[in-house]
């Protein structure tokens, strides 16, 4: 199937699960679709995202407890668990969930490292992960989920970070020349600033990357927790 086909069944899933009570229904019905074909899976690249796997500090953070969030097939909980963090990894997609547990069961065993691979739901996450990660990683979910769901979902993200964690955010930036007919639907800048406006912000960083069409730009944006948020209850 050629990429232009499976971008299209992805805007017929999304176009019908938005006229339903269920507008992120369609994940799953894409996953399930896809039967186990990561080729039918656009925004799958079969390793984990780059701007994510070449952030400085990613190798000299103290490995601690991490969050994967909406994990899809689940390449950047894998690059985690390598570096030794105590990962967790979820999505709202049990088809992927599946799918991602399966896939690097044997190079978890290599490496001696752990995934707990959890079905979850980022605008209604479980009360004992409230402050509970050392680092919090979001990769172009926000992007890919509508109103009022993606403002809840944003709010959401600073309350699972510990005292002293990061929440790190990667996506694409909204710009005048903008391809508006989402999913994906580019961010405001300042939308991506209001994330973690809690936080302390550390570092928001524009890209146009080489194998992007043009006039594609993405960000990757790191805050650090304070004491009052991971206080909150
Ligand atoms: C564009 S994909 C990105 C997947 C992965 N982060 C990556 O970069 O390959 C967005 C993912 O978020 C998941 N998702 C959508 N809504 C979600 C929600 N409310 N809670 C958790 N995961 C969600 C989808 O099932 C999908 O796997």
Known sequence: ???????????????????????????EELYSWA?????????????????????PHLTSLEAGRALVVGCG?????????????KVTAF????????????KHEEVLKLASGTVDWQVAD????????????????????????????RSLGSQILPILVAEGGHLLCVGRIRTPTSEMEGPPWPLERQWVLDIGEEMELSI?????????EPGIVRYRAVWRQGAAVSQMT
């Open 35 to 55: 039967e186990g074909n990561s080729e039918w899976i656009p925004w799958d690249k079969g390793e984990p995202n780059l701007l994510f796997a070449s952030w």
């Open 91 to 102: 999505d709202l997609s049990p088809s992927a969930v599946k799918w991602a547990a399966e």
């Open 204 to 212: 928001i960083e524009e890209f146009e990357l080489p194998d992007d």
């Open 73 to 85: 097939l689940g390449d950047d909980a894998v690059l985690l668990a390598g570096l030794g963090w």
């Open 122 to 149: 980022i605008t209604n996450t479980p009360t004992e992960w409230k402050g509970a990660f050392d680092l919090v990683l979001e990769v172009h979910l926000l992007q890919t989920i509508p109103e009022p769901e």
């Open 1 to 27: 199937m050629e990429l232009d086909e499976v971008r299209e069944r992805l805007l017929q899933f999304s176009d019908e699960a938005a006229q339903t009570d269920d507008p992120l229904s369609w994940f």
